[in-house]
């Protein structure tokens, strides 16, 4: 069967769908999947194999035979635990084909495939009876189908057809139960992550405010969940306003109901502000007692814990569809509404002496559908993005450029997704403004917001690709100053934006002969670095509880080595702290006032190691020159030489490129330099890299 693979296309700003060859093995999912993270995960892998322990020895103390089935199996590590706590028999289901296919390997060679059986279905198909996949039910449930938000893969539907199918009435269940927590918070940050916010611009005639409109506003947004390392995010930046208190629970040990319902619970203010945020982590049980415990809270609050570092389960941001100033001491009624696979929160004043009835007729009133964009914003903008758009010092630096190339007979195009420039040229002067916008949601988006600030015949909208431009678009003038932040839509990797330079090819014809590009050039840096903690979703396990994954490893390093895997990935580190073992380098050029050359930009050389510690990889990323004098980055914002923190721009990914000692868990001495090579290849826009420590 043909598999089809979507890849961006920096050449073209779009995403491509490529047909791959029957022996496509999923390499790219393999190789950026977090099973390595899941393995490192000391505290999950303890707690599961001690609740397993306990659930297998609570079956044998009745005389029973301790039958497990083991749903989403992976490595088949869980089955191990269950099969060495002294489980008669495992039924492990996988339904990814070449995880399967490793854990069927993995199992055999640590001594157990008398023990285990692996499946590779889905857990819907599988079959109980002589001529099943299973013998008889299972008695004892064992599963990790969790994400951050606790249901999003699907655990409910799954659970609720093992109980009616697969396990017997009564079962043991680990983990046994789940929790799940909120807490109300107020936070401007995580706010802009939602909302426009009003932009303020000093014009020549007084100061200029862009306003969102109201549809906007008011839109409730999209029900996805924002998932992020809360641990990362400053006490400063967000402000609580209520305790943390329980939203619902779930015991896997009795049937479970997948169907969407609501939850209820009542908050006291603890100190007044605007509620807008619901911030949410779940923790398991892993026994009925509750005495084996694995938690997802953060920092503050389980300030004396150690926290184990994971990042295939973080924390919960959900938006509220409107923010609610709330004074302390208030009463709250917050509601959970969930489906099979997300949730989302609606937060209520309670009413004075209202009755019972008063309540379940309220909560109705809010367990509704989950939220819909309806302004559309939502779907052209992601939430980094949002941020970066309410980022005032970032708008500055575009204010401050813009001036200085900005003239009274300036004709002015802008080449960017869902820009504010259009704007912001108008407003500093220029003669006329045209925006090229790649979708019909850009275009709605952007002329509802012209709209919205009286702007609706000051700027033209085109919706046209670059090269199919007509001078008649154009009113037959010629572009005398061409803007771009830049930013595109499908751009993955800080040098996808490099679109910008092929947009600026395709409409050279459109340009006067003296034309103004800003910004004039970009520069992609490098940084040699050492994570705390990221390094581990790309580091073998090898031997995980005693048992030996290292057929996993093998697999994840085949798969990096397969074509384009091996290649820099991308990650938001604001989230995940690392420390620079050397200067930031500026390695590539790229001209905008010149077109994409035919040739390919090559270069070579070598960084200094200036700090001791481990070389986990390179960071690059873009620096835009907007003028001569004015640049704004997409990665590095600020070094503290002495210790060599890094603060990183929180609106952009960073490339991220694990060098292979990482991958191979070789032991290295102290590396003193790095050696670079780095190609970027003016057809495919793709940068190939490759790294030597010395």
């Keep these: 069967m043909k598999t089809f693979c979507g890849r961006a296309n920096p050449t073209t700003g779009s995403m491509e769908w490529l047909e791959e060859g029957e022996d496509y093995d999923y390499h790219q999912e393999i190789a950026r999947s977090r099973y390595a993270d899941m393995l490192h995960d000391k505290d999950r892998n303890v707690k599961y194999y001690q609740g397993i322990h306990a659930a297998v020895s609570r079956v044998k103390e009745r005389g029973g035979k301790a039958i497990v089935l083991d749903i989403g199996t992976g490595t088949g590590l869980l089955s191990m635990m269950a099969a060495s706590a002294g489980a008669d028999f495992c039924y492990a289901i996988e339904v990814f084909k070449p995880m399967a296919n490793a854990a069927v390997k993995i199992v055999e060679k640590n001594g157990f495939s008398d023990k285990i059986k692996v499946i590779n279905k889905h857990s819907t198909e599988v079959t109980v009876g002589p001529d099943g996949d299973m013998q008889c039910r299972a008695n004892i449930l064992v599963t990790e189908l969790f994400d951050t938000e606790l249901i999003g893969e699907g655990a409910l539907p799954t659970y609720e057809h093992a109980h009616k199918y697969l396990v017997q009435e009564g079962c043991e269940a680990v983990p046994h139960r789940a929790t799940v927590y909120v807490q109300l918070v107020e936070s401007r940050r995580m706010w802009s992550w939602k909302k426009l916010f009003p932009v303020h611009v000093e014009a020549e005639d007084g100061e200029k405010i862009l306003v969102p409109p109201s549809e906007m506003e008011n839109c409730p947004g999209l029900p996805s969940v924002c998932d992020i390392q809360l641990n990362q995010m400053p006490s400063g930046d967000f402000s609580t306003l209520s305790d943390v208190v329980k939203m619902f629970s779930v015991d896997f040990s009795k049937p479970v109901q997948s169907a969407s319902t609501c939850y209820r619970v009542q908050l006291e203010a603890v100190k007044s502000g605007k509620a807008q945020i619901v911030l949410s982590w779940w923790d398991i049980d892993m026994d009925p007692s509750g005495m084996i415990n694995c938690s997802m809270a953060p920092y503050w609050v389980k300030p004396t814990s150690a926290l184990q570092w994971r990042d295939h389960w973080m924390q919960c941001v959900y938006f509220l569809p409107r923010e609610e100033p709330v004074l302390q001491g208030e009463k709250l009624h917050l509601t959970a509404c969930r489906d099979e696979y997300s949730v989302w929160y609606n937060l209520q004043k309670a009413r004075e002496g209202e009755s019972r009835a008063d309540e379940e007729e309220q909560k109705a009133d809010v367990c509704v559908q989950s939220p819909v964009c309806r302004c559309r914003a939502h779907l052209l903008w992601n939430r980094p993005r949002f941020g970066e758009l309410n980022d005032q010092s970032r708008t500055r630096q575009y204010v401050k450029s813009l001036r200085k190339v900005l003239k009274t007979d300036s004709i002015c195009l802008c080449i960017s997704d869902g820009s504010l420039l259009p704007v912001l040229a108008h407003y500093l002067g220029a003669k006329q403004v045209f925006t090229l916008e790649n979708s019909g949601v850009a275009c709605s988006v952007m002329e509802k917001f012209f709209k919205a600030n009286n702007l609706e015949d000051k700027i033209k909208i085109i919706e046209v690709r670059p090269e199919l431009l007509k001078p008649s678009h154009l009113e037959d003038k010629k572009i005398s100053v061409l803007v771009g932040e830049p930013f595109f839509t499908t751009s993955l990797l800080p040098w996808h934006n490099l679109y910008f330079w092929y947009a600026r090819t395709a409409v050279s ?27 581990r979703i790309r580091s073998p396990c090898g031997i995980c509880e005693g048992f030996d994954v290292r057929t996993m490893d093998d697999m994840i390093k085949d798969s990096l080595n397969f074509r384009e895997s091996k290649e820099a990935e991308p990650h938001p580190l604001w989230e995940y702290p690392c420390k620079s073992l050397s200067e930031p380098q500026e390695v590539l050029t790229f001209d905008f006032t010149k077109t994409v050359p035919e040739h390919c930009l090559s270069t070579e050389g070598s960084v200094k190691l200036l700090r001791k510690g481990k070389s986990h990889g390179a960071v690059l990323w873009m620096e835009y020159h907007l003028t001569a004098d004015i640049s704004v980055s997409t990665g590095l914002m600020k070094l503290s030489n002495e210790k060599g923190n890094c603060e990183w721009n929180p609106h952009c990914k960073q490339a991220v490129y ?24 003016t057809k495919t826009g793709e940068i190939a890299m490759d790294f030597k420590l010395l």
């Design 658 to 681: 694990f060098f292979s000692s990482v991958i191979e868990s070789e032991i290295l001495s102290d590396p003193t330099a790095v050696e670079y090579t780095m190609n970027f290849d």
């Design 509 to 535: 014809s459109h340009l006067a002969s003296n034309v103004t590009v800003l910004p004039q050039s970009a520069s992609l840096h490098m940084m040699i670095v050492e994570f705390q903690d990221l390094w």
